[in-house]
């Protein structure tokens, strides 16, 4: 089976451990797809990749070329990892200030 070496980029940031750690990553992904000229036919993508907004990222690749292209499959599997994995560091982040809160009030 031969893959596309993007699809690597989906694990590393789903494993990301920190926002820096995954911010870092996804600019270094940016990077290497920017050039890309069909994701610069996507509508806003460039744009939203420097904002960060990889939710936005993703709707425009999908708006334009469709949920199950083949040749985007990759990049939508990496802003979607990257979009997971910042969920659940949110979620981790707000349950550890609500634990410490209910210790310090408890």
């Not at 993703?58 to 949920?67: I, N, W």
């Not at 292209?69 to 560091?89: E, F, G, K, W, Y």
Request: aromatic share 8%; glycine share 10%; net charge positive.
């Amino acid at each position: 089976m031969i893959s596309s070496p993007n699809r690597g980029w989906a694990l590393r940031v789903s494993q990301a451990g920190s926002y820096k750690a995954l911010n870092g990553l996804m600019d270094d992904w940016y990077e290497t797809v920017k050039a890309d000229y069909r994701l610069q036919n996507s509508r806003g993508f460039e744009s939203y990749m420097e904002a960060r907004d990889w939710e936005g990222a993703r709707r425009s690749v999908e708006r334009t070329y469709g949920r199950s292209c083949p040749v985007h499959r990759s990049t939508v599997d990496t802003l979607n990892a990257a979009i997971q994995n910042r969920t659940q560091m949110r979620v981790v982040t707000m349950s550890l200030g609500l634990g410490n809160a209910g210790s310090v009030n408890g």
